[in-house]
């Protein structure tokens, strides 16, 4: 089976390219954060709490692929108590009587086998596909918070701005003192849009490399479990032929 390691290598490679830029980049990363940093904090949080789950995805397969080693080593230790997450199905169909190099199932049983695992780990990646829809979601509502702020803004100019008065300086003053609030809106608005789609971006890469890898050890358990497995309908269709 294929190492984890590596996709935690690639992970943190992209993380630390992620983290460099921002770095040379800091000064209007962190003018677009203060323009309204209470929203974008919660972007930045929900971000951190998806990437930790990205790397939740790949850390449980390290587990499994010990009770693997064990199982195909006879080493002990396989009992209830220990047996796995993801190949808690697998572990329940052969327990603890079977055989590491011989073991019998049926065609459907291997089937549903196989289908259990892979629903487990379905579930674990639609936990963060809902954290990439939730920062784009966050950057959405940042952008119409801040056109909304913007337009009221922009509407409070228009009805103040006094046309009456002969000194056009000072209409020009007061117009130009005015439009700052419909600015500051329109900084909130982007600098959401950046923040939650940028995270998005950050988590969805992350969130492939998981599933690369829990594609590869899904694939390799297949080829173990059908390469190991005395299928039950293989020697009943023998039993009938002799």
């Known amino acids: 089976m294929s190492n984890p390691k590596h996709t935690l290598f690639w992970m943190t490679l992209f993380l630390a390219v992620v983290a460099v830029v921002g770095v040379l980049i800091h000064r209007p990363l962190i003018e677009a954060f203060m323009a309204n940093w209470v929203f974008n904090l919660l972007i930045v949080f929900v971000l951190l709490?998806?990437?930790?789950?990205?790397?939740?995805?790949?850390?449980?397969?390290?587990?499994?692929?010990?009770?693997?080693?064990?199982?195909?080593?006879?080493n002990a230790g396989l009992s209830v108590l220990q047996e796995p997450r993801l190949l808690k199905?697998?572990?329940?169909?052969?327990?603890?009587?079977?055989?590491?190099?011989?073991?019998?199932?049926?065609?459907?049983?291997?089937?549903?086998?196989?289908?259990?695992?892979?629903?487990?780990?379905?579930?674990?990646?639609?936990?963060?596909?809902?954290?990439?829809?939730?920062?784009?979601?966050?950057?959405?509502?940042?952008?119409?918070?801040g056109l909304l702020g913007t337009i009221n803004a922009v509407g409070e100019v228009i009805t103040?701005?006094?046309?009456?008065?002969?000194?056009?300086?000072?209409?020009?003053?007061?117009?130009?003192?005015?439009?700052l609030t419909p600015l500051q809106g329109m900084g909130t608005a982007f600098s959401s849009s950046l923040l939650g789609l940028g995270g998005s971006l950050i988590l969805g890469f992350l969130d492939i490399q998981a599933g690369h890898a829990q594609n590869r050890f899904y694939d390799?358990?297949?080829?173990?479990?059908?390469?190991?497995?005395?299928?039950?309908?293989?020697?009943?269709?023998e039993k009938e032929l002799t």
């Open 49 to 74: 709490i998806g990437i930790g789950l990205t790397y939740r995805q790949v850390f449980v397969l390290f587990p499994e692929m010990r009770w693997i080693s064990q199982f195909r080593t006879g």
């Open 89 to 145: 199905p697998l572990a329940r169909q052969l327990g603890e009587d079977a055989k590491r190099d011989r073991f019998t199932l049926s065609t459907l049983s291997l089937r549903t086998v196989l289908d259990g695992i892979h629903s487990r780990m379905d579930e674990q990646r639609e936990i963060t596909r809902y954290f990439i829809s939730l920062l784009i979601f966050l950057g959405l509502l940042g952008t119409f918070w």
């Open 160 to 179: 103040n701005l006094d046309m009456s008065q002969q000194d056009f300086g000072k209409v020009f003053g007061d117009l130009q003192a005015g439009l």
């Open 220 to 237: 390799g358990l297949e080829e173990w479990l059908t390469s190991v497995t005395n299928l039950v309908d293989r020697v009943d269709a």
